[in-house]
């Protein structure tokens, strides 16, 4: 099954995409169009939708929060269709210089992210009349990166913030770096929050400090599961 929705959020729109072999997707993740700007590309599973969207949008460039293949799995194949540059933090841009492994099921739910040249981001990236100041917040992959758009209060925080529940995790997930980075988060000068999965047009930081603390309930339960002998995934 694919899912293909629109959202609109006055001069943001939200491309949420999903695909299952079987019944509905587990999770959909959403991109961002701003201006001419992409926030990450979804997964290669939806990808000729994606190419689509990216031509009927006017894309001329895109962001990358981070290397998990959800979100730039459509990366090098927008490079390759259009021309358009692809910028990441600096080791989003290692990790995807050149093929890296993933779990079969990471392959049959969401595709593989082909290997790229990414371009580093430089401090603040300025595009169709809006500032996307690039903020480190590792955690969740090593390098990843939310975007602030301080002028209009939004943050487009990856996959830092997943939800108000924390659904899954992997084994390049650093938990403590996580809360490290919501608590960063907090400290920045924004309304709404774009996550790519659970988008929270207002009262954002609400939702992160919840989510502070659930990380903190978590990361205890998680050292206890180790102790019993359960080893998270690795990706
Ligand atoms: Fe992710």
């Known amino acids: 099954m694919k899912i293909v ?12 995409f999903g695909w299952s072999p079987v019944g509905r997707p587990l999770m959909t993740v959403i991109c961002y169009r701003v201006g001419t700007a992409l926030i990450d590309t979804a997964l290669s599973r939806m990808r000729p939708v994606v190419l689509r ?25 927008i490079k390759a269709a259009f021309g358009i540059p692809v910028y990441g933090g600096k080791l989003t841009a290692e990790k995807l210089a050149r093929p890296f492994r993933i779990f079969p099921y990471q392959r049959l739910i ?15 990236w300025e595009e169709s ?22 002028e209009e209060g939004w ?6 913030y997943l939800s108000s529940r924390i659904k899954y ?5 650093n938990i403590r770096q996580q809360i490290d980075s ?49 080893t998270p995934e690795r990706s």
């Open 182 to 230: 919501l608590r960063k988060a907090l400290t920045l000068d924004f309304d709404a929050l774009f996550c790519a999965h659970h988008p929270k047009p207002v009262n954002g930081k609400e939702f992160i400090r919840k989510n502070c603390s659930i990380s903190r309930i978590y990361t205890g339960k998680r050292r206890s599961w180790r102790q019993r002998g359960w």
């Open 53 to 77: 969207m990216v031509e009927d949008e006017g894309i001329k460039t895109v962001l990358l929060t981070h290397c998990h293949e959800d979100h730039s799995g459509n990366a090098a194949a």
């Open 5 to 16: 929705k629109k959202h609109e959020f006055g001069k943001v729109r939200g491309w949420e």
């Open 169 to 173: 995790f992997r084994a390049d997930e």
């Open 129 to 150: 009349g809006f500032r996307f100041v690039p903020i480190d917040t590792p955690g969740h992959s090593k390098g990843h990166i939310s975007y602030l758009v301080p």
């Open 155 to 160: 943050l487009f925080p990856g996959d830092l």
């Open 110 to 124: 969401w595709g593989a992210a082909d290997p790229l040249e990414v371009n580093i981001l430089p401090d603040v």
